[in-house]
C-alpha cells in the first residue's frame, strides 16, 4: 500500500516541475515559482499524510492482538485521521494566505498549482489498490 | 466598488464555511462507518484503516480546493 502512497507522491512531485517548466515558457519566471509553491503545499500536505499513514502502520505491528486492542486501535486511528485532517486544513489555508498576502505571487498560477497537485488526490482512488488481508 | 468588495469577502466567507461544512460531515459519515466496520469485524482493520485513509484523502481534497478558491477570492481579488 505504501507504494502506492509513494506513487502518488512521485506524480505530485512530476506536476510540481512539469508544471514549473511550462509555466516558465506560457508565461514568466515568477509565474514558475508561484506554481510551484502551489503544488509543492500539496505535496507537503500528502507528505503528511502518508507519513501519518505510515505511523498507524507501525503502531499496528506494535500492538498485540486480543479483542480489547483491536478496539484501541480502532479509536487510535480515528482519532489520529481526525487530527491529520485539521494539521492539513491549518496547513494548506496558512500556507496559501503566506503565498497570496505575504510573498505576492501570481495568484492565478498559485491556484493553478495547487489544483494541479490536488487533483491527483481526486483520481488516486482510481488506481490505489487495497492488499488482501491475510 | 464598495458592494462588489463586500459581495467577494461574502464569496469566500461561503466558500470556506460550506468547505469546512462538507468535509466535516463527509469525514463524520466516514469515522462512523470505519468503527461500524470494526466493530463487526475486528480482523479486517487494517484494510478498513487503508480504505478510510484513502477515501479521507478524497473526502478532504474537494473542500481543500474550496479553501484555495476562497482564499484566491479574498487576498488576489480584493
Redesign the interface.
Known sequence: ?LSEYRRLLGLQGAIVVAGAIISSFAASFPAAMAFAFGSCIVLA??AF?VWR?QQ?ARH?QNESSG?DA??A??EW??RQ??R??IE??IW??GM??VG??LLELK??WM?AG??GG?VI??V??IW?R????K | MELATSLLYIAAALMLGFGALGASVGIGILGGRFLEGAARQPELIPMLRTQFFIVMGLVDAVPMIAVAFGLFVMFAKT
Open positions: 500500500m500536505s500528502s499524510f499513514f498507524g499496528t479483542r483491536n478496539a486501535n480502532a486511528y480515528l485521521a481526525y491529520t485532517a492539513r486544513f494548506v489555508a496559501l494566505v497570496f498576502k495568484p492565478f491556484l495547487f489544483l490536488q488526490w481526486l488516486a482512488p490505489m487495497v492488499e488482501k488481508v
